[in-house]
């Protein structure tokens, strides 16, 4: 069953930053230029079975992708923020495979959106 | 009025801010825990702050926990960014000494009216303090008028903290706000007329002479 939620949705996140054009380009700047290092910290927490920077880097990726309403990232993020938290990193490397493809999803929508703003 | 935002997550700590400057909050913006701390215990501190639960290094429960053990008669309002089913999060939080609570990604009515919560609670506070304050002056006056005095039992001079004798009327004056208006009471006016017709007398028989 496929998700029926949008991967950006561009209406809440408009809400979210008040209607501000200016503030909205710069948000969507920030994450296509943060994304690749929090999805490199991710891979790395989980190749070297670090927990703690595994909890740590996905946290931070749930929470900017919650401010740009992308639900599918943000659940594949905090399936991986819990993974690090309770130390099971056996079944990390699936959860980073679904988040890289959330990601992969996400970035060219906020590309557009980036453009067309 | 001054707003701390600390929030290691530049995306979360830029849109948050901009919503405070909206608001026409003077928005400060650090990216962790430590320099949060900083920025708190300076002396020209924000009365509100926005703390990520989440931070590297010293998380916003942990600056929340300092601020209220070596702070304790600071009147700040701590509110805690905490993480959707974060329900532990939220507890301890509260426990370490924020004061509410705000879940990442915040709707925007919902932090408005916490925030309102915020700025009503500190408004006062401060109202409470400076009432504290008079009461504290006003008693302070009000000691000085106590205890022992030593006073002279003919001129009635008062002998001050200074070893000086003072009239009493200078040294309640001193003390308080009383003020004196001088007169001459009926038992006093009976003795001076006295004491005036018999220098009168004396003046007349000595003119005679």
Known sequence: MTDPRPVFDREVFERQV???????????????????????????????????????????????????????????????????????????????????????????????????? | MKVLVADDDRIAAAVLAQTLKRWEFDVTVVGDGADAWRHLAAASAPTLAVLDRMMPGLDGAEVCRRVRQEMPNANMYLVLLTSLGGGGDVVSGLDAGADDYVTKPFDVDELRARINVGVRVIALQDKLNQRVAELQAALANVKQLHGLLPICSYCKRIRGDDQYWQQVESYIAARSDAQFSHGICPPCYEKLEVEIEEQRKLMRSTRKR
């Open chain 1, 18 to 117: 008040g209607g501000d054009r200016e503030l909205a380009t710069e948000i969507l700047r920030m994450f296509l230029e943060d994304c690749p290092g929090r999805m490199a910290a991710i891979k790395a927490a989980v190749e070297q079975g670090d927990a703690n920077a595994l909890c740590t880097a996905a946290h931070t990726l749930k929470g900017s992708a919650g401010y740009l309403a992308a639900a599918h990232v943000v659940d594949a993020a905090a399936l991986l923020e819990r993974l690090g938290r309770e130390g099971r990193l056996a079944d990390a490397p699936a959860a980073a495979d679904q988040l890289e493809g959330a990601v992969a999803r996400l970035v060219p929508e906020i590309q557009r959106a980036s453009l067309a703003s």
